[in-house]
């Protein structure tokens, strides 16, 4: 089924505050689960509204939260979520840091005690729309093997970034620390496909290729992208106070309990260094010059990060409307709160 932008976001925005969010946050969860949805990034879209509407309900989401800012340098803060949702939190945090970096050049601001905030990619977004650069951290809860491991420590530990340019094609770069995305995995048991032997492992820890027997997620690249996995926790978790690794709480145990997750933001303005119109105008001659790169075979161009998915919500618009399963409409349109709970599922949602 094809809806507006206004009809999801409606949708969406109802159901979470019949789920018992208060409107404001509603108002921001449904607009940035609207921004994944519109982008074609569907595992953080729409499709999470069911989860949420049911913490919610149950009390693993604070509504009435006291959120608390802690500036505790020029360029630096925490702001404490107070297991609020984070959605509203993490753009809070950044909005301070945007703040921060105006005036002092940089900002470092770390969000503690939130709930999952969704596609990291808005936040830095909102950055690069204010002329500044931004990287983003965030955890998760423990579904990928360490390099070389057999169990579960880390999860698939999302790093974001952007940066502006001379015109309106903001490079927006969004990515999970491994190989594949769970929903990837899902898709082929529904098609009765064999996985690549490097997706994921077996409960020993081996290579597997029926995805009926995953246990757990590989990093990206091996080592390397193991050293990511750390590198997102040591900066989202560790340095902000917040449990870490293979201590994050999981997204499904029990829907009644806070997850007490870190995010963190780092923002410069390039002002203070090659000058802030000298970086925009660099920044469009370098995409220009990817766009003019011999594309691979199979390929019709090089894009640069987040012209894709600027290109998959354009379509959708030209062609009459954000695709939404026909399944995930009608739940939202129900009086339910949820239809299949989530409540104390494996990490894979099982």
């Given at each position: 089924m094809k809806l507006s932008r206004e009809e999801l976001k409606g949708l969406m925005k109802n159901k979470l505050m019949q789920a018992g969010l208060h409107e404001g946050d509603a108002e921001t969860t449904s607009e940035i689960l609207t921004w994944a949805h519109e982008r074609g990034y569907y595992s953080h879209g729409a499709v999470r509204v069911e989860y949420y509407s049911e913490r919610i309900y149950k009390g693993g989401i604070t509504t009435e939260p006291n959120i608390v800012w802690n500036q505790t340098g020029p360029c630096s803060g925490i702001l404490d979520?107070?297991?609020?949702?984070?959605?509203?939190?993490?753009?809070?945090?950044?909005?301070?840091?945007?703040e921060m970096a105006k005036e002092n050049g940089v900002a470092i601001v770390g969000m503690a005690n939130l709930s999952h905030s969704g596609s990291i990619g808005y936040y830095t977004e909102m950055a690069a729309k204010e002329g500044l650069l931004a990287i983003s951290f965030c955890q998760s809860d423990p579904m990928a093997v360490p390099y070389g491991g057999a169990e579960p420590y880390y999860g698939t530990n999302p790093i974001?970034?952007?940066?502006?340019?001379?015109?309106?094609?903001?490079?927006?770069?969004?990515?999970?620390?491994?190989?594949?995305?769970?929903?990837?995995?899902?898709?082929?048991?529904s098609k009765h496909q064999e996985i690549p032997a490097d997706w994921a492992v077996d409960e020993d820890g081996a290579p597997v290729t029926d995805p009926n027997k995953v246990n757990a997620?590989?990093?990206?690249?091996?080592?390397?992208?193991?050293?990511?996995?750390?590198?997102?926790?040591?900066?989202?978790?560790?340095?902000?106070?917040?449990?870490?690794?293979?201590?994050?709480?999981?997204?499904?145990?029990?829907?009644?309990?806070?997850?007490?997750?870190?995010?963190?933001?780092?923002?410069?303005?390039?002002?203070?260094?090659?000058?802030?119109?000298?970086?925009?105008?660099?920044m469009s001659a370098c995409i220009d010059e990817i766009g003019q790169i011999k594309p691979a075979p199979g390929f019709d161009k090089v894009n640069y990060p987040g012209e894709r998915s600027?290109?998959?919500?354009?379509?959708?618009?030209?062609?009459?409307?954000?695709?939404?399963?026909?399944?995930?409409?009608?739940?939202?349109?129900?009086?339910?709160?949820?239809?299949?709970?989530?409540?104390?599922?494996?990490r894979f949602a099982e």
């Open positions: 979520g107070d297991n609020g949702i984070g959605f509203t939190v993490a753009k809070m945090g950044m909005e301070k840091a945007i974001s970034f952007a940066a502006p340019t001379a015109d309106d094609r903001d490079v927006v770069f969004d990515m999970a620390t491994t190989v594949q995305a769970w929903g990837k995995i899902l898709d082929k048991r997620l590989n990093p990206i690249a091996g080592a390397k992208g193991y050293g990511l996995m750390m590198m997102v926790d040591v900066f989202s978790g560790i340095l902000l106070g917040v449990p870490f690794g293979g201590h994050v709480s999981s997204m499904y145990h029990d829907l009644s309990e806070g997850r007490r997750l870190g995010q963190m933001h780092i923002v410069i303005d390039p002002e203070r260094f090659v000058g802030a119109e000298k970086f925009k105008e660099t600027v290109a998959r919500m354009k379509k959708a618009y030209e062609s009459g409307g954000i695709d939404v399963v026909d399944e995930l409409v009608d739940y939202l349109k129900s009086d339910k709160i949820w239809i299949k709970s989530y409540d104390h599922l494996n």
